[in-house]
Structures are given as structure tokens and as C-alpha cells.
């Protein structure tokens, strides 16, 4: 699990999460074991602005956020298997290779 707050106050929480969840805007399905869920808190009342999913067949962890000058997100982790960005699955070359996710503000 990480927390990042942005430059706008809100903050951004990384979760590795298996099987269907809800994080405030809708049930959210893991498509194998652990898949990285990013979601966008509103900083002033914790209302949910975003959330995404990201992952493949096996196990990918979360393990920091952080932020540009410019406001994007950064995420951090661990995939093994393949990992879909949303530009389709790309595969791991190892059990656990370290991977890095960039979303506009």
C-alpha cells in the first residue's frame, strides 16, 4: 500500500488488491491474483475523483507513489507475468520485475 498527496491536496492511494473490491466508484475486479488499484481521493472531503486498475494473470504489487513538477502520478511495483497499462500486456522477464506507471493530473 502507498499514499501520495498532490499539489492540489489530493491524495492518491496505491493498493495490491485480489478478487472484487469497492473504492467508491464501482466494484473493481482483479484479473488474476494482485493487481495494482490506484485511486484519486478529493483532498478536502475524501470523495473518490478517480480509480484505476492495472495488472495480468499473476501477482503485481504496489510499492510507492510519487509525483512530477507537473502533477502526474508515478507508480512503482513489482509485476510478474504480464501487465496491461491500458496499451496492452506486457510481460515480465523474470518472477518479479519492477515496473513504473505515469498518469496525467
Known sequence: ????VNGAGDVWLG???GG???YGQGTIVSAGEDDWVLVKLSGSDGT???GHRF???RDQDVRALGFSAGDD???TGDCAGSMDFGTGP???RSQ???CIARLPP
Open 96 to 98: 518479479n520485475d519492477a
Open 1 to 4: 500500500t502507498a499514499v501520495a
Open 48 to 50: 473518490p475523483l478517480r
Open 73 to 75: 502520478l508515478f507508480a
Open 55 to 57: 495488472g495480468g494473470n
Open 90 to 92: 506486457l510481460p515480465s
Open 15 to 17: 493498493v495490491s488488491h
Open 20 to 22: 472484487a473490491g469497492d
